[in-house]
């Protein structure tokens, strides 16, 4: 595997992806600038991110977006202000050639890992694709979606574990696949995902929030190389996730931790 574009990006220290779910308006420059100044002032690298569109809604009444082209310009607007690269999550090939005219990375949603087309195209756009790794399969079987990307002529290629279905309405993270996934790839850990409570009988995704500082140590400690971690001002109020998400307030206490527990790993 190739790490030169990963520890480019980090600078061998733990790598904070963080931003809103989805991209609700202009509201997306506040969060940025809390998010940043939290990472600045511990002195992490940062990727920020936010969804121009949500596609994978449990109800046609959910929301899904204020518009491509408008939420993908907030979001390189918040790159081109800050200087930070950005990412978002793609769900067609047709898409993968869009955003990457916006965004440095390029995400897999979960579900879609197995999608090659859509694997393929992220790959040949020449951005870093960062593949989640879908509920459903196994740490050793994401080598196989990677390969892709490899095969595709692009050696920048992440994986992402952001839990196993567990039940009908419920995740668990292994945290066994984290040095697993790292043997061929730079591996995330998404915080937020893993503690969601998917299903639910009302078509709202609920979650665990509470437990994201546990959930993060333990992978940090496990060896992720970064954590994703979705954060919002108001979680209550947040048109997407804002049951699994963090409020903002809390990021730079979490970040702390996070650092702690890398430092005494390394």
């Not at 931003?19 to 420059?29: D, K, L, R, T, V």
């Amino acid at each position: 595997m190739s790490r030169a574009k990963f520890d480019q990006i980090s600078g061998s220290n733990l790598l904070v992806i963080a931003g809103p779910c989805a991209i609700e308006g202009e509201q997306i420059h506040d969060i940025a600038d809390g998010v940043i100044e939290v990472c600045r002032d511990l002195g992490l690298s940062l990727i920020f991110k936010g969804s121009y569109r949500k596609a994978n809604r449990s109800r046609l009444d959910s929301f899904t977006g204020i518009g491509d082209e408008k939420a993908l310009q907030l979001l390189a607007e918040v790159a081109q202000k800050h200087e930070v690269p950005i990412t978002t999550d793609v769900h067609s090939k047709e898409e993968a050639a869009m955003a990457a005219n916006y965004v440095d990375v390029l995400q897999i949603p979960a579900f879609l890992c197995r999608q090659t087309d859509l694997v393929v195209a992220a790959a040949q756009t020449g951005k870093i694709v960062n593949i989640k790794k879908g509920q459903f399969l196994s740490a050793e079987s994401m080598r196989h979606a990677v390969t892709k990307v490899w095969d595709s002529g692009n050696e920048n290629c992440w994986v992402t574990e952001r839990g196993t279905t567990f039940g009908y309405e419920d995740l668990v993270v292994d945290m066994r696949g984290i040095p697993i996934m790292k043997e061929f790839a730079p591996t995330v850990v998404d915080l937020t995902h893993s503690l969601q409570k998917p299903n639910q009988s009302s078509g709202v995704t609920g979650g665990n929030p509470q437990f994201i500082s546990t959930i993060g140590k333990a992978a940090v400690a496990a060896g992720a190389d970064a954590v994703f971690i979705e954060t919002h001002p108001y979680p209550s109020n947040a048109k997407s996730d804002g049951a699994n998400m963090l409020h903002l307030d809390n990021l730079k206490e979490l970040l702390t931790a996070l650092m702690r527990v890398h430092q005494a790993v390394k």
